[in-house]
């Protein structure tokens, strides 16, 4: 069956970093967009990043700019979103989400995604 697994979350002071992995099992890892989105309390999902599989394509939400980078192993199927120089407002549970969608856009909806992980806890205090 399709799963999609999240690692790698937990507490971090502010400035410091942490590396999300998301890896990926039963569907074609190769053909999809793979996105990290995140969520607060009382908030709306949010895109952070999303990698275009086929292409190596990448964008940030501008929140992350700069601070984010998202990579891809295809060998492992497994992508990966490097946190750095952190701030509380990242503070969030976490999602990867995979889309078979295609086309070079942003895909910045939930909707857009057809699998979602169940989230990991990322805390970065003050």
């Known amino acids: 069956e399709v799963q999609l697994v999240e690692s790698g979350g937990g507490l971090v002071q502010a400035g410091g970093s942490l590396r999300l992995s998301c890896a990926a099992s039963g569907f074609t890892f190769g053909d999809y967009v793979i996105g990290w989105f995140r969520q607060a309390p009382g908030k709306e999902r949010k895109v952070v990043s999303r990698?275009?599989?086929?292409?190596?394509?990448?964008d940030y939400a501008d929140s992350v700019k700069g601070r984010f980078t998202i990579s891809s192993d295809n060998a492992k199927n497994t992508v990966y979103l490097q946190m750095n120089s952190l701030k509380p407002e990242d503070t969030a549970v976490y999602y990867c989400?995979?889309?078979?969608?295609?086309?070079?856009?942003?895909?910045?909806?939930?909707?857009?995604?057809?699998?979602w992980g169940l989230g990991i806890q990322v805390t970065v205090s003050s």
């Open positions: 989400a995979a889309s078979r969608n295609s086309g070079p856009y942003w895909y910045k909806e939930a909707y857009e995604y057809d699998y």
């Open positions: 990698i275009i599989n086929s292409d190596g394509d990448t």
